[in-house]
C-alpha cells in the first residue's frame, strides 16, 4: 500500500486512513513547522505525481475489506491539490464507498483556482490552513513558492467557503513570536469575519518542526488567544487516547520501543527501520511521547527519540 498509511488514531478525526499523493517531500510552501521536515520540491505544478489509477486502486482494495474508519484523509507529506487527479479520486471514493466521511487537509495556496475548488466540492470536511495575514509574517513562517502571496491565498479561501457546501475547520498554526503579535491577531480577527467556517482551530508544534529554533506554543496562550477571539475559535484537542483507535498496534508499539532501546533513532530512520509511513511512526511516537515513554533530543542530523 504505497500510497496509503495508517489507519491512525488523528487527534481532530479519529482513526483515519491516509492518503499521500505528492512524494517526500514536494509542496508550494516550507513551513518552519513541518513535521515532514524541509521541503525539496517547492513548486505550484499540478500534475500527477503517482498514478491516479495506482491510488483508486489500493483504495478499493482496502476499503473492500469494510474496515472500520472514522475518516479517508487527504494529508500525507506534501501539498495534495498539487496532485491533478485529486478530484477523481475524491469523487471515486464518494461514488464506490459513500459510507466513509472524505477529509482533505490542504494548505490553501491553490484554492484561488477554480479547478481546485471544483475538485474539493464533494469532499465531506475540507481542513485548510491559514497562518498569517499580513505578507511578511506568510513569508516568515510558511516561506512559499515566491510567486504566492497572502493576499491570493485569503481570496482563494474566502472563494472556497463561499462555495463549498460541506463543513469546513480553518486551521491556524501559530508560533510565538511570529505571528501572535497583537497587530497579526487584529488582521486574523479582520480575516476570520469575511470566511463561511464551521470552526477555527488554533494548533501548535507538538513534534519537531523543520527548523530547530521554533517553539511550541504553550497550551494556556493558545487557549487565552482562543478565548479573545471568542466562538468558533477553539484550541485544537488533545492526541486521541488510543485505546479508541482499534488500528492502534501493541506490536508496531513494541517494535519502535525496542529499536529505540537499542539507539536513538531519527523519524525517518525508525520509519525505514520499520516499514512505516513516516505520518505512521510519527503518530506512535505522539502517544509514547505522550506516556513518558519517549523522549526527543536534537543532535546533529536532527531530532532524535531515545527511550527514557
Ligand atoms: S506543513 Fe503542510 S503546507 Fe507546510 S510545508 Fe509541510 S506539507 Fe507543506
Not at 518552519?32 to 486502486?57: A, H, M, N
Not at 513569508?139 to 472563494?159: C, E, T, V
Not at 487557549?223 to 506490536?251: L, Q, T, Y
Request: with cysteine.
Amino acid at each position: 500500500m504505497s500510497h496509503l498509511f495508517g489507519p491512525v488514531p488523528s487527534r481532530r478525526l479519529g482513526v483515519s486512513l491516509g492518503i499521500d499523493l505528492t512524494p517526500q517531500k514536494a509542496c508550494t510552501l516550507n513551513c518552519l513547522y513541518c513535521e515532514c521536515g524541509k521541503t525539496d520540491s517547492l513548486t505550484l505544478e499540478r500534475k500527477e505525481y503517482v498514478p491516479t489509477d495506482e491510488v483508486i486502486g489500493e483504495l478499493r482494495e482496502y476499503l473492500s475489506t469494510g474496515p472500520e474508519l472514522d475518516a479517508v484523509t487527504f494529508s500525507g507529506s506534501g501539498e495534495p491539490t498539487l496532485h491533478s487527479g485529486v478530484g477523481d479520486i475524491i469523487a471515486f471514493l464518494k461514488r464506490e464507498f459513500p459510507q466513509y466521511r472524505v477529509v482533505m487537509l490542504t494548505n490553501s495556496t491553490l484554492l484561488h483556482l477554480p479547478e481546485v475548488r471544483a475538485a474539493l466540492m464533494p469532499a465531506d470536511l475540507v481542513i485548510p490552513s491559514l497562518d498569517a495575514v499580513s505578507d511578511d509574517v506568510f513569508r516568515k513562517i510558511n516561506r512559499p513558492q515566491s510567486a504566492l502571496s497572502s493576499a491570493q491565498l485569503i481570496d482563494g479561501l474566502a472563494a472556497f467557503c463561499a462555495e463549498f457546501t460541506g463543513e469546513i475547520w480553518l486551521e491556524v498554526f501559530l508560533i510565538p513570536g511570529i505571528n501572535d503579535t497583537p497587530e497579526e491577531l487584529a488582521l486574523f480577527r479582520s480575516v476570520f469575519a469575511r470566511l463561511r467556517v464551521d470552526r477555527i482551530q488554533l494548533n501548535a508544534l507538538d513534534r519537531p518542526g523543520a527548523v530547530h529554533w521554533i517553539e511550541p506554543m504553550p497550551r494556556e496562550n493558545l487557549e487565552a488567544i482562543a478565548h479573545d477571539f471568542g466562538p468558533p475559535v477553539e484550541v485544537i484537542g488533545k492526541p486521541m487516547v488510543r485505546r479508541r483507535c482499534a488500528s492502534f498496534s501493541e506490536n508496531t508499539r513494541d517494535r519502535l520501543v525496542a529499536t529505540l532501546r537499542v539507539r536513538p533513532c531519527t523519524l525517518d530512520d525508525l520509519a525505514a527501520s520499520l516499514g512505516l509511513h513516516a505520518l505512521d511512526a510519527g503518530k506512535y511516537l505522539d502517544v509514547l511521547i505522550g506516556d513518558g515513554v519517549v523522549e526527543q533530543q536534537r543532535g546533529e542530523r536532527g531530532v532524535f527519540y531515545r527511550v527514557r
